[in-house]
């Protein structure tokens, strides 16, 4: 089992940055591919990015392509997503989720029922 804590939200005005960690304790981490997903209110949890076990592969939401980054450094046992440019539909509470099988598999995951372990999410608000 691995336990997750994110960490690095806060309240932005539009086009501002912000740079959230998830901070991984428990098992291996480098065995474990990891995603972003985030939830506004009244809405589904959405995707946004995903980096693999290794780091070689991202795979990011079209919505935050080109603006939001994820990387991971597995000696920290954290994954981070730089945010830049932000929007006001991009306040949400954000995610981060470990695939347990991600050493298995080919490329990362985007639905959320592919990510075993969860974190109890940090809050972004971007104000217009």
């Known amino acids: 089992q691995v336990q997750l804590v994110e960490s690095g939200g806060g309240l932005v005005h539009t086009g501002d940055s912000l740079r959230l960690s998830c901070a991984a304790s428990?098992?291996?981490?480098?065995?474990?591919?990891m995603g972003w997903f985030r939830q506004a209110p009244g809405k589904e949890r959405e995707f946004v990015a995903a980096?693999?076990?290794?780091?070689?592969?991202?795979y990011y939401a079209d919505s935050v392509k080109g603006r939001f980054t994820i990387s991971r450094d597995n000696a920290k046992s954290t994954v981070y997503l730089q945010m830049n440019i932000l929007k006001p539909e991009d306040t949400a509470l954000y995610y981060c989720?470990?695939?347990?099988?991600?050493?298995?598999?080919?490329?990362?995951?985007?639905?959320?029922?592919?990510?075993?372990?969860w974190g109890q999410g940090t809050q972004v608000t971007v104000s217009s």
């Open positions: 980096i693999s076990w290794s780091g070689a592969t991202t």
């Open positions: 989720a470990a695939d347990s099988r991600g050493r298995t598999r080919v490329g990362v995951k985007v639905r959320g029922r592919d990510y075993d372990y």
């Open positions: 428990g098992r291996t981490f480098s065995n474990y591919a």
